[in-house]
């Protein structure tokens, strides 16, 4: 028997909702394409970011460890000055003191000679008091000078003498009464320019010192008297530079 070729095409029924699966696929592959271009470009911005971040904290520090360095420079400046500025003061200040006590030793040598027109003779030039911590007591310098050119060493005793106020009363103390019993007849002195004299005196209880007397007996004869503030002597207003005996 003949036989049949097969048909040109094949005639399949439709099945249903096959369109709408192929538009469902189509769909989630647009979905999927869209997701990762959005994930891909919030990869790219946050590595951007990431690196921006990174390059700005890297610029932070490297100007904060600049600005520590410049704070250590300023900090090590400022203290170098401000020795150098003490050392400069306290150079200045010794300075002063030498030239004060160069002015003082010229004063005193100027008087010795006489070179000030002040009457030759013997003169009481100092008189200093220091209080003995806890006692009524007192310890004195007392510096005795002689400006007569070309005279003799002179010698004698002297003796000091306090006036003040004790209770309501104003009252006198004589040398005898304020001085140790092996002193009281007077220091001795000996001298042909000049001399420092050191002592202590304790005051009466209740007795306000106002005024001292300090008297010169010299053994020649005569006496001579010169009376000091008791607070200026305290204060060392009746100081005198006086050097070293020579």
């Given at each position: 028997m003949p036989v049949t070729p097969p048909p040109d095409y094949i005639v399949r029924p439709r099945l249903?909702?096959?369109?709408?699966q192929r538009l469902l696929v189509l769909l989630l592959?647009?979905?999927?394409?869209?997701?990762?271009?959005?994930l891909g470009h919030w990869s790219a911005v946050r590595s951007q970011h990431t690196d921006s971040t990174g390059a700005?904290?890297?610029?932070?520090?490297?100007?904060?460890?600049?600005?520590?360095?410049?704070?250590?420079?300023?900090q090590r400046d400022r203290q170098v000055t401000r020795v150098a500025t003490a050392a400069l003061r306290r150079t200045l200040s010794d300075r002063g003191a030498e030239i004060e006590s160069l002015r003082a030793?010229?004063?005193?040598?100027?008087?010795?000679?006489?070179?000030?027109e002040q009457a030759p003779g013997l003169s009481v030039a100092a008189l200093t008091l220091s209080s003995v911590a806890g006692t009524r007591g007192y310890t004195f310098n007392?510096?005795?000078?002689?400006?007569?050119r070309g005279g003799n060493p002179v010698q004698g005793r002297l003796a000091l003498a306090l006036e003040g106020v004790q209770g309501d009363h104003a009252v006198r103390y004589d040398w005898a009464q304020l001085a140790d019993a092996r002193q009281r007849d007077g220091l001795p002195f000996a001298f042909k320019y000049f001399q420092q004299l050191?002592?202590?005196l304790v005051l009466?209880?209740?007795?306000?010192?106002?005024r001292i007397h300090v008297t010169l007996k010299p053994a020649g004869g005569g006496a001579l008297t010169r009376d000091l503030a008791w607070?200026?002597?305290?204060?060392?207003?009746?100081?005198t530079h006086v050097p070293q005996n020579p």
């Open positions: 249903p909702g096959s369109h709408a592959v647009l979905l999927l394409l869209a997701a990762s271009f959005a700005n904290a890297a610029a932070m520090q490297h100007e904060a460890r600049t600005l520590k360095q410049r704070l250590a420079i300023l030793d010229l004063a005193f040598y100027t008087r010795l000679i006489g070179g000030d007392l510096t005795l000078l002689q400006t007569a050191h002592g202590m009466p209880p209740g007795f306000v010192p106002a607070a200026g002597a305290l204060a060392g207003k009746d100081t």
